[in-house]
């Protein structure tokens, strides 16, 4: 069957696009496009072409599929040129998403109608590209440099109404698309649109450039692409349209042969793949129509903040009145912050909170599909939850705890029907961390497992299986991170350099800059508790500087002196004091030997991780590193970057 087909209504020909799941532009695809092209153009009762594509979308972008293999012809640069000079005029009638290449095809003919939940853009630089067939060429045509300029390298799509706005599309289709867009190709203007290749490219003065390259440096860091696809933006001013074009394929083709794409690929796919798990395939999850939370601390209000997002009906449980309404201000709060930075309007933020009901009694979750516990990370505490919710829940009911380090084995002993408990670790601040590891204990059913990553999707999540052992996979990790970074320390390296090696190495703070941020105190305890129960925990050097009063910025010092008001940190006479007996003097090393020292120290206990089947895939817990620690996306995760040596 072919992906691409030619249907005629009256002089208007439809060519629609049917390659599932995401219409991406694989061989096929683009010699159906040429041919289609070919065969319309000699055809003496076809008056125009309308392009749309069958299933949930539009063309969603290349086959990512074909970047590790020889490119096979027809190349989509050529695919879209045709298009964009054929005698008969071309009309895209977008759905769903146009993206990337898909984008390219579009900007390709002369009108470009889409639905209001339509979204269009060219996100090639979150792959490590450039757009490969015209996007940085044609778009600056189309729409001025500032907004090509924030298109292309930021990777960002945008919405019908917003597109339309910038000029991206011509017109938002409020009614049946194919009917709408026919009608639009019957009635066309007697003077066309001239084709982007032939418009004049616009100026900006000199100093945009430099000004644009600061901006851009500061906020990718160490990322190649988006500056790259600047350059091609840049180059579109400055030569004529084939120079260009020529320019931008050969940054295509540089970047998609480079570590930084190729560790990016990995991500993609790794993302792809994870929130629908193979073994997880037909098996029937539980419902998800309204869910609950019990705590309004700082992690219960981000949990319950998520679940609104998600459009979820949300109680909110706590010990006492008085607590219910400290939960209750903290949604608000987090609401509010939303409005403030202009994620949602003021009357989302009071639709979002009216949505969340605040009581003590546990009797009101009789009818609750999922209730997530989020209290003080001590078992008996937790315990006493499950206790109750055993009590008053459902038999069906999902039942999940958000502990981070506690075996949830021990934390659902004794509840009935222990098949529905389930451990969903969510990452402050919950609402807006994209990690969650999902814990099964031994005896949670198929049912529950998939409901944990149904969620996941609802929420927008990256949902990753974890095994139960001491912080699974995220925080197991970045315990020897930390103690890897504590013993560069002891060997004399100095703490900054330490910090700053790792946000060389590209994340947004070291690991001394991180814990005090987080508080040292957190870690302290979990240690303290450990002795307590009677295990043998070695002291570290951050317990040497809780005990001196010093738990991070909170406290004015940590690892660091803070003065007040001001996060940045400052080199502590008092730390060099308290650490002088436990650090040898005079050894250094350079940036490169630090970062490879803690990344390997992260992937060894990765391969041990693996080794126990705590995680099932080195992606998985590379993803867990990206989505919950910082690690730099664009070197991959600590798995695929130590295997690639990127």
């Known amino acids: 069957m072919s992906v691409v087909t030619i249907a005629r209504e009256g002089k208007i020909a439809v060519v629609t696009i049917d390659n599932p799941p995401v219409n991406a532009l694989g061989q096929a695809v683009r010699q159906g496009l040429s041919e289609a092209v070919s065969t319309l153009d000699s055809d003496p009762e076809v008056t125009a072409v309308v392009l749309i594509c069958a299933g949930r979308t539009f063309i969603a972008g290349a086959d990512v599929s074909e970047f590790d293999k020889p490119p096979q012809p027809p190349h989509l640069p050529d695919v879209v040129s045709a298009i964009e000079l054929a005698a008969?005029?071309?009309?895209?009638?977008?759905?769903?998403?146009?993206?990337?290449?898909?984008?390219?095809?579009?900007?390709?003919?002369?009108?470009?109608?889409?639905?209001?939940?339509?979204?269009v853009g060219l996100p090639e630089v979150t792959l490590g590209l450039v757009p490969g067939a015209g996007g940085t060429v044609r778009t600056p045509r189309l729409v001025g440099i500032e907004a090509a300029v924030d298109l292309v390298t930021t990777g960002k799509p945008v919405r019908g109404p917003r597109a339309l706005e910038l000029g991206l599309i011509d017109r938002i289709v409020e009614g049946d698309l194919r009917a709408?867009?026919?009608?639009?190709?019957?009635?066309?203007?007697?003077?066309?649109?001239?084709?982007?290749?032939?418009?004049?490219?616009?100026?900006?003065?000199?100093?945009?450039?430099?000004?644009?390259?600061?901006?851009?440096?500061?906020?990718?860091?160490?990322?190649?692409?988006?500056?790259?696809?600047?350059?091609?933006l840049r180059r579109a001013t400055e030569v004529d349209f084939a120079s260009a074009m020529a320019f931008e394929r050969t940054t295509f083709l540089d970047l998609r042969a480079s570590k930084q794409a190729a560790a990016l690929r990995h991500?993609?796919?790794?993302?792809?793949?994870?929130?629908?798990?193979?073994?997880?395939?037909?098996?029937?999850?539980?419902?998800?129509?309204?869910?609950?939370?019990?705590?309004?601390?700082?992690?219960?209000?981000?949990?319950?903040?998520?679940?609104?997002?998600?459009?979820?009906?949300?109680?909110?449980?706590?010990?006492?009145?008085?607590a219910v309404e400290r939960g209750l201000a903290n949604l608000k709060a987090i609401f509010d912050g939303a409005v403030k930075r202009g994620r949602l309007t003021e009357a989302a933020a009071e639709a979002r909170l009216a949505g969340v009901t605040g009581s003590t009694d546990y009797g009101a979750l009789a009818d609750t599909d999922l209730v997530i516990e989020a209290v003080f990370e001590e078992l008996s505490v937790k315990r006493q939850v499950f206790d109750e919710l055993g009590r008053v829940c459902r038999a069906d009911a999902v039942l999940a705890t958000n502990t981070s380090y506690l075996d949830p084995r021990s934390i659902a002993e004794g509840l009935p029907r222990p098949g529905r408990f389930i451990g969903l670790h969510f990452f402050s601040p919950a609402n807006i961390m994209k990690l969650l590891e999902i814990?099964?204990?031994?005896?949670?059913?198929?049912?529950?497992?998939?409901?944990?990553?149904?969620?996941?999707?609802?929420?927008?999540?990256?949902?990753?299986?974890?095994?139960?052992?001491e912080g699974f996979i995220g925080n197991r990790i970045l315990k020897h991170y930390r103690a890897e970074a504590e013993a560069l320390v002891r060997q004399g390296v100095a703490i900054r350099d330490v910090d700053a090696a790792m946000r060389a190495f590209g994340f947004a703070m070291g690991p001394f800059e991180a814990q005090d941020l987080g508080g040292l105190d957190i870690a302290f305890l979990q240690r303290e508790g450990a002795r307590a129960a009677g295990l043998d925990v070695s002291e570290t050097l951050g317990d040497i500087l809780v005990r001196a009063g010093r738990k991070g910025q909170k406290t004015g010092g940590g690892w660091y002196d803070y003065e007040a008001g001001d996060r940045r940190p400052l080199p502590?006479?008092?730390?060099?004091?308290?650490?002088?007996?436990?650090?040898?003097?005079?050894?250094?090393?350079?940036?490169?030997?630090i970062a490879d020292r803690l990344v390997g120290a992260m992937a060894r206990e990765g391969e041990a991780i693996l080794a126990e089947g705590t995680a099932e895939r080195p992606s998985d817990i590379d993803l867990v590193e990206i989505h919950g620690y910082g690690f730099p996306r664009w070197r991959g995760g600590p798995m695929f970057c130590t295997s690639a040596g990127t």
Not at 91 to 102: Q, Y
Not at 108 to 113: P, S
Not at 441 to 469: H, W
Not at 572 to 593: C, F
């Open 88 to 119: 008969k005029p071309w009309i895209a009638a977008i759905h769903g998403s146009a993206l990337g290449g898909g984008f390219e095809v579009a900007l390709g003919c002369r009108f470009r109608l889409a639905t209001a939940d339509a979204s």
């Open 180 to 232: 709408d867009a026919v009608a639009f190709a019957q009635d066309l203007p007697d003077e066309l649109p001239v084709p982007l290749s032939l418009r004049p490219a616009p100026t900006v003065p000199e100093t945009f450039w430099g000004n644009a390259e600061t901006i851009i440096a500061k906020r990718v860091k160490r990322e190649t692409a988006p500056l790259r696809a600047l350059a091609c």
């Open 267 to 322: 991500v993609f796919f790794a993302e792809r793949a994870a929130p629908r798990p193979a073994a997880l395939a037909g098996i029937e999850t539980r419902p998800l129509r309204n869910a609950a939370v019990i705590g309004g601390g700082t992690m219960g209000a981000g949990i319950a903040a998520a679940l609104r997002d998600a459009g979820l009906p949300v109680i909110l449980i706590e010990r006492d009145d008085a």
């Open 439 to 469: 814990v099964p204990t031994p005896e949670t059913d198929a049912a529950t497992l998939a409901t944990g990553f149904a969620l996941a999707r609802l929420l927008g999540k990256v949902p990753v299986r974890a095994g139960i052992c």
């Open 572 to 593: 502590s006479q008092d730390v060099d004091q308290l650490l002088r007996d436990h650090i040898k003097p005079g050894s250094a090393l350079d940036a490169a030997a």
